[in-house]
């Protein structure tokens, strides 16, 4: 079985850039989520979605961050303007009814 | 406000022995408990869970111990093996949050051979 896929890996950008990253969650799963984790920190939640539904967005500052699942399978996380705060690992995540999630390998991200 | 806390950030043991991870949390809505382990450059794989309607989980090496009234969870692993090396992350969740997980901020568990 595929595994949760991320791309990019890596990426740097300068701060007030914009940046996405992009998911493709194991097949079947209807659940998606994305976290971020700051070095030394556990991940933390950013968005939920349920097909191409959001569930909770709560913790997203939408004033720079967006994303979505249009077709409630492959995801995007969007940054912009990119803060020098937003450095992290940025990870997705999925599940259906009978599992745990799944997590990908992340993307980590530096703005400088 | 950290809602589940790991307060050891790290933990040698000698391989063969007993290596022990605590975690701590504050909501008393959570229900669920699991550990993910993550190795560098991987993302957090599941290793074992726990419902709070059970004291205890075993599966192999790996046992998770649930104390509700202290709040308190932890993970043995007996025997420690080299291999299992890796941050070990404690997280939870409530029935009515859709299985979101807050986690704690880690602990690494560095085997000695």
């Known amino acids: 079985e595929a595994g949760v896929a991320q791309s990019p890996r890596y990426k740097i950008i300068e701060k007030r850039q914009s940046v996405a990253f992009w998911c493709n969650p194991i097949?079947?799963?209807?659940?998606l989520y994305w976290y971020q984790q700051i070095l030394g920190q556990g991940p933390k939640l950013l968005i939920q979605?349920?097909?191409?539904?959001?569930?909770?967005d709560s913790q997203l500052p939408k004033d720079r961050f967006s994303a979505e699942r249009l077709k409630g399978v492959d995801s995007t996380l969007k940054i912009q303007p990119a803060k020098l705060e937003d450095s992290a690992v940025y990870l997705c995540?999925?599940?259906?009814?009978?599992?745990?999630?799944?997590f990908g390998q992340g993307t980590r991200l530096t703005v400088v | 406000d950290q809602q589940v806390k790991q307060n050891s950030p790290s933990l040698s043991v000698q391989e063969g022995r007993i290596s022990i991870l605590n975690c701590d949390y504050t909501n008393s809505m959570f229900d669920y408990f699991l550990w993910y382990k993550k190795y560098p450059a991987e993302g957090p794989t599941f290793l074992i869970s726990?419902?709070?309607?059970?004291d205890k989980n075993e599966d192999g090496r790996f046992t998770v111990f649930l104390n509700k009234s202290a709040k308190h969870l932890s993970l043995h692993i007996v025997p420690s093996q080299p291999g299992d090396s890796a941050v070990y992350f404690c997280a939870a969740s409530g029935t009515r949050s859709a299985r979101q997980l807050t986690f704690g901020s880690g602990t690494q568990l560095t085997v000695l051979p």
């Open positions: 097949s079947g799963h209807a659940t």
């Open positions: 726990i419902s709070s309607i059970k």
């Open positions: 979605f349920q097909n191409n539904g959001v569930v909770d």
């Open positions: 995540a999925s599940r259906n009814s009978n599992t745990e999630a799944f």
